[in-house]
């Protein structure tokens, strides 16, 4: 039975320890290792858990690096400057707004984000370096361009792959 709660989100419950009783939160008997993200149902005041996600993507990623999308549109500027970042999907999801690297990262891999081309500018800019940049089965929807990352511009060292990733339908 919970005994306090510290937040709407989380509870603390009295547990034995030798001859003593402590309260002990829930999040810290099963922490959050993978951060669930919402556009429409979350809010950023929230944990990041699968019952409580954050709303955006920029929130997500000041809580940890496993980030999971779950359907719908994300219109932001997302800047990833934590090493091995991965931001997975989950059904139907748009990035509109682009995700920047500026930082020096060994790896980042982003999967099944389709990007939405707006006002001339890639989806996805690198200025640091990133040794393993992976976007694996994306797409990008708009009419000004097909391309998610301009290899040619990545600074010298990086290297972006790209994997079952799609131009959009014509």
């Known amino acids: 039975t919970p005994i306090a709660l510290s937040s ?6 009295a547990i034995l320890n030798g001859s003593s009783t402590e309260l002990v939160s829930l999040k810290s008997l099963f922490p959050v290792t993978e951060i669930y993200v919402d556009p429409t149902n979350g809010n950023d005041t929230y944990d990041g858990s699968y019952v409580f996600p ?3 993507i920029t929130q997500a990623l000041t809580l940890g690096t496993n980030i999971n999308l779950m359907p719908g549109t994300y219109t932001e500027n997302i800047k990833i400057t934590s090493d091995n970042t991965v931001i997975s999907a989950t059904g139907d999801c748009i990035v509109s707004g682009t995700i920047s690297i500026t930082t020096n990262l060994t790896s980042c891999n982003i ?3 389709t990007f939405k081309y707006t ?3 890639y989806p996805i800019s690198v200025t640091g370096s990133i040794t393993n940049l992976v976007l694996w089965n ?3 929807v708009g009419s000004q361009s097909v391309t998610i990352l301009n290899n040619s511009s990545l600074p010298s060292g ?13």
């Open 119 to 121: 006002s001339g500018v």
């Open 138 to 140: 994306c797409a990008i």
């Open 54 to 56: 954050v709303k955006t």
């Open 158 to 170: 990086s290297q972006g792959r790209l994997t079952e990733c799609y131009p959009p339908e014509t």
């Open 8 to 13: 709407y989100y989380d509870a603390k419950f």
């Open 111 to 113: 999967e099944g984000v």
